[in-house]
T-cell receptor, first 110, second 113 residues
Framework: KQEVTQIPAALSVPEGENLVLNCSFT??????LQWFRQDPGKGLTSLLL?????REQTSGRLNASLDKSSGRSTLYIAASQPGDSATYLC?????????FGAGTRLTVKP | SQTIHQWPATLVQPVGSPLSLECTVE??????LYWYRQAAGRGLQLLFY??????ISSEVPQNLSASRPQDRQFILSSKKLLLSDSGFYLC????????????FGDGTRLSIL
């Protein structure tokens, strides 16, 4: 059974810092991995999706990497801003089954 | 463009009362539909998914049921709510296929008293 772990559970950084969020999964037989952002009391917004054949995806200040063999993905946020404060979730898609991590709660202080 | 709607946004219900949460998708046909629950401080747990009208798959045994009466309508129900049913419920859709991203609604915060 796929298990997805996100470390750290919470992270607080000053504005302007570059930061990395980590996601690990136990079963490397995945179709894709998706990073989401969730604001308090809101639904999920998709940030980046990496297909299993890809190594990374970039969107603006965000870069997500995937190392399927080691069961790891990272989300890199450059030049963080207070508006980046949210919970970031990673999810891996298996055989029509998406498993989520518990998320990393990010706070960017002005 | 495709949009997904969930309602209500928040709901407070007494133990033992019935439940009906609705989710509709616009701008696409024959989507896969999903219901998730997010307990406080925990990841999302898939409750049900549907690949077509009347086709429901359940991931975990529970007090809830789901129905898909129309192509783009997905309903989460319970006859008698339990305290443990409290949580944040999210509906999602994806296009057909195993490698498609899922798109989420804004969720329903359900509190059981």
């Amino acid at each position: 059974k796929q298990e997805v772990t996100q470390i750290p559970a919470a992270l607080s950084v000053p504005e302007g810092e570059n930061l990395v969020l980590n996601c690990s999964f136990t079963d490397s037989a995945i179709y894709n991995l998706q990073w989401f952002r969730q604001d308090p009391g809101k639904g999920l917004t998709s940030l980046l999706l990496i297909q299993s054949s890809q190594r990374e995806q970039t969107s603006g200040r965000l870069n997500a990497s995937l190392d399927k063999s080691s069961g790891r993905s990272t989300l890199y946020i450059a030049a963080s801003q207070p508006g980046d404060s949210a919970t970031y979730l990673c999810a891996v898609m298996g055989n029509n089954d998406m498993r989520f991590g518990a998320g990393t709660r990010l706070t960017v202080k002005p | 463009s495709q949009t997904i709607h969930q309602w209500p946004a928040t709901l407070v219900q007494p133990v033992g009362s019935p439940l009906s949460l609705e989710c509709t998708v616009e701008g696409t046909s024959n989507p896969n539909l999903y219901w998730y629950r997010q307990a406080a401080g925990r990841g999302l747990q898939l409750l049900f998914y549907s690949v077509g009208i009347g086709q429901i798959s359940s991931e975990v045994p529970q007090n809830l049921s789901a129905s898909r009466p129309q192509d783009r309508q997905f309903i989460l129900s319970s006859k008698k709510l339990l305290l443990s049913d409290s949580g944040f419920y999210l509906c999602a859709w994806s296009t057909v296929g195993v490698n498609q991203p899922q798109h989420f609604g804004d969720g329903t915060r359900l509190s059981i008293l």
